[in-house]
T-cell receptor
């Protein structure tokens, strides 16, 4: 079982604020991912990283940015939150080797007023 | 264009009976398939997976079947238990891209 932690679990905040969603894992995984999910919909990949100082945009366009300065830490930032950013954000990590599953944190449910 | 589809948004099953969740995919480059289970307010939990070189993988009450020619996989849960009630996501991985593509999920309700 991978140990991956996301904070905060829930966030309700006003438009225009800068937000950072935290994600940390203690498994030493090189690969980390951010997904966005709306109710009843599939998970969409918005960012991923294959190691320190490596970040890539995912399949779904997002106004958020990420950084990977340390292996265990992969924060996601929204510079100016808008109501359209309201969603659930899920962080995952994966070990090296073929056919390794991604392990998810419990997510941050973000509501922008 | 959705590459992984779960066409049944919901499924209701009696406790003790079999639950069958289905998933279809379109990309023949997918070579690894996974099922995740998700409770409300929690992240998805990995359940079971199957490589494209196999057609069946079993783990306790959970069995995943893969039909490559039909580009179809299914998850069987037997016997179903009320604690199995959750949203189940099918996901597919292309080793070339290393990205997971998810279906929309199927909500399973197991009635006591």
């Amino acid at each position: 079982e991978a140990d991956i932690y996301q904070t905060p679990r829930y966030l309700v905040i006003g438009t225009g604020k800068k937000i950072t969603l935290e994600c940390s894992q203690t498994m030493g995984h090189d690969k980390m991912y951010w997904y966005q999910q709306d109710p009843g919909m599939e998970l969409h990949l918005i960012h991923y990283s294959y190691g320190v100082n490596s970040t890539e945009k995912g399949d779904l366009s997002s106004e958020s940015t990420v950084s990977r300065i340390r292996t265990e830490h992969f924060p996601l930032t929204l510079e100016s939150a808008r109501p359209s950013h309201t969603s659930q954000y899920l962080c995952a990590s994966r070990g090296t080797g073929n056919n390794q599953p991604q392990h998810f944190g419990d997510g941050t449910r973000l509501s922008i007023l | 264009d959705q590459q992984v589809k779960q066409n049944s948004p919901s499924l209701s099953v009696q406790e003790g009976r079999i639950s069958i969740l289905n998933c279809d995919y379109t990309n023949s480059m997918f070579d690894y398939f996974l099922w995740y289970k998700k409770y409300p307010a929690e992240g998805p939990t990995f359940l079971i997976s199957i490589s494209s070189i196999k057609d069946k993988n079993e783990d306790g009450r959970f069995t995943v079947f893969l039909n490559k020619s039909a580009k179809h996989l299914s998850l069987h849960i037997v016997p179903s238990q009320p604690g199995d009630s959750a949203v189940y996501f099918c996901a597919a991985l292309s080793s070339g891209t290393g990205k997971l593509i998810f279906g929309q999920g199927t909500t399973l309700q197991v009635k006591p």
